[in-house]
């Protein structure tokens, strides 16, 4: 017995040890222990640990969704947690549908970096209180950006994320000036195309506009340090199609090039003259693309012509409805000394496939990339579960056996069966 106690005894000695080494650590290093955990646990932590209340109290972020704290009222305890907090608030992060209360507090807490998920059905305007806070980060969603008339931008902001965010600006604030702004998205909002924009460091951009917007696009041709453009738009069956010629000589540093059909067809006319060659552009994502259709065909290999350098094409199919199989008089856009001679894909290392039917021309165009890149190490080719039978399946099979210029080549199809085959080479795997 007397043995027990003292192990129990210096079992408690080494806890509290443990505990003192803990609590004895710097606060900054104190609150990266607390960024690992989840808002609960910092907060259990807290409750159970006197030393550490006040940890919990000056954290600089606070991140708050509909699942924290699900026994009690959302925000109680958030008005709790902001009128104990000490200290600055530099990262806050709400995803609830009620906001409004917390704004001004925050306005004076030192917040840079925000992100507001509105979950109400009406949208969240936000307070001119907003505007004036220099933040480094800033995420919308479902909410009106009106800013006040002696709004010029936010001038210290780097990242910027819209989501379904309505813009009111006048003829005086659709200027805004952000020097510092790296990387910008934009999804599904009203109101964007007609601002104008000051971001010479600009990097990445990422657009999803929606049937009722023509995004103007030359607002960005100053940004000559984009590298990473996707653009993707709702708009089906437009008579005008985006100008992106000229706009890719104006971004010569871009690597990653993301679109879909809409944009794609900019390139379809002669008459619009691409540079010379894309030498930075590496990695190429086509959204919705259509090998029947005979313009983005044509854009396509446009675009593989003036990128030397390329080493990642990925093809995100467009849905097609089941068909009897019968195909008639498909024309094999890839034969021919023009296309066996298209130097380009010299460096091309990996080609992904969604939504693969395969269609003749699809067959064809796998094909033809095998016979051209030498440097080809992985193909992923992902059946249309949708549109693909058994026979079709069986055909697409076939691909595993084309004659290809890379010998070091791995290759899997994942079937609609929720299966995967690949060449000898390759790994077998579940795919999906």
């Not at 094409?313 to 097609?320: I, T």
Request: with cysteine; glycine share 4%; charged share 20%.
């Amino acid at each position: 017995m007397t043995m027990i106690c003292h192990n129990v005894k210096r079992r408690n000695i080494e806890g509290d040890k443990v505990l003192d080494r803990l609590t004895n650590l710097p606060i900054n290093v104190k609150h990266r222990i607390q960024k690992q955990l989840s808002m609960e646990e910092a907060t259990r932590m807290s409750v159970l640990s006197t030393p550490w209340r006040h940890v919990w109290a000056s954290n600089p972020k606070l991140v708050f969704s509909p699942q924290f704290c699900p026994r009690k009222p959302l925000t109680d305890v958030i008005d709790t947690i902001l009128m104990q907090h000490c200290g600055d608030i530099k990262t806050f992060y709400l995803n609830i549908s009620y906001i409004n209360q917390w704004m001004l507090l925050l306005s004076r807490k030192g917040v840079t970096d925000l992100t507001l998920r509105n979950q109400s059905n009406a949208l969240y305007k936000l307070p001119s209180c907003m505007y004036d806070i220099e933040l480094e980060g800033l995420s919308l969603s479902n909410c009106i950006f009106k800013p006040p008339c002696d709004f010029r931008g936010f001038h210290k902001l780097k990242n910027l994320t819209l989501l379904q965010v309505v813009l009111e600006l006048n003829d005086v604030t659709s200027f805004l000036w952000m020097p510092y702004l790296m990387t910008l998205q934009v999804r599904a909002c009203s109101g964007f195309p007609d601002s104008k924009l000051y971001a010479p460091r600009l990097s990445e951009i990422f657009f999803l506009t929606m049937t009722t917007e023509n995004l103007e696009l030359s607002h960005f041709m100053d940004c000559r340090k984009l590298n990473t453009v996707i653009l993707v738009s709702s708009k089906q069956n437009q008579d005008k199609t985006m100008n992106l010629t000229y706009l890719l000589k104006c971004w010569p540093e871009i690597h990653n090039f993301g679109l879909d059909s809409y944009y794609l067809e900019s390139f379809a006319t002669e008459a619009e003259r691409l540079p010379a060659y894309l030498n930075s552009l590496n990695a190429i994502t086509l959204f919705e693309f259509d090998f029947d259709d005979e313009d983005q065909m044509f854009s396509l290999l446009r675009l593989l012509r003036v990128s030397p350098n390329l080493d990642v094409l990925h093809l995100v199919l467009s849905s097609k409805k089941k068909t009897d199989g019968m195909e008639v008089n498909v024309v094999n856009h890839f034969e021919g000394p023009a296309y066996r001679t298209l130097g380009v894909l010299h460096k091309l290392q990996r080609l992904i496939v969604k939504n693969f039917h395969g269609s003749k021309i699809e067959m064809f165009f796998v094909k033809f990339l095998f016979a051209s890149a030498p440097l080809l190490l992985k193909t992923v080719i992902h059946e249309d579960a949708e549109s693909v039978d058994e026979s079709q399946s069986l055909k697409i099979s076939e691909l595993l056996e084309f004659p290809r210029a890379s010998p070091k080549l791995k290759m899997h199809v994942n079937h609609r069966s929720n299966t995967s085959i690949s060449t000898p080479d390759g790994s077998s795997q579940v795919g999906g």
